[in-house]
């Protein structure tokens, strides 16, 4: 297991992808499924930037992966605003783009790119947890 933290900045999204990239490679993951769980952790990572830490200049993200058997898993907490993104609507993505509801896109995305998608906030803060199972 690998843990790592990082600023909550955009700016850390390319160190995000690069060790999830890393670690993915090293478990035996193909190019193919290693860049949709770059893309997963890239939307997660932009999710808690952007909606957890909204004005908070400080925030931290610790990123956490690891290979259980077959099973990728990343996770990622913070200590930002708690959001419960089961009660997102799917979007609707046959409705005319500028009909389309904001936001959403990236929770589907996570959820379409990876096996499971997991999340819970308590006292202690956001923790997501994704897993990518070996094709």
Not at 22 to 48: C, P
Not at 65 to 79: L, R, T, Y
Request: glycine letters at 10%; charged letters at 25%.
């Amino acid at each position: 297991m690998q843990t790592i933290t990082y600023p909550a900045k955009f700016e850390s999204l390319d160190e995000i992808r690069e060790f999830v990239a890393g670690v993915a490679r090293d478990g035996g993951f193909t190019d193919k499924e290693i860049y949709s769980v770059e893309l997963a952790a890239d939307e997660a990572a932009s999710n808690i930037i952007e909606h957890a830490y909204q004005g908070v200049t400080d925030g931290q993200i610790e990123l956490t992966c690891e290979m259980c058997g077959a099973e990728f898993i990343i996770s990622m907490q913070d200590h930002g605003k708690p959001f419960d993104f089961t009660k997102v609507k799917k979007p609707d993505l046959k409705a005319d783009l500028s009909e389309r509801q904001i936001g959403g896109l990236g929770i589907y995305l996570m959820q379409k790119l990876m096996d499971e998608v997991k999340y819970c906030s308590s006292g202690a803060g956001n923790l997501l947890t994704m897993i990518k199972r070996k094709g």
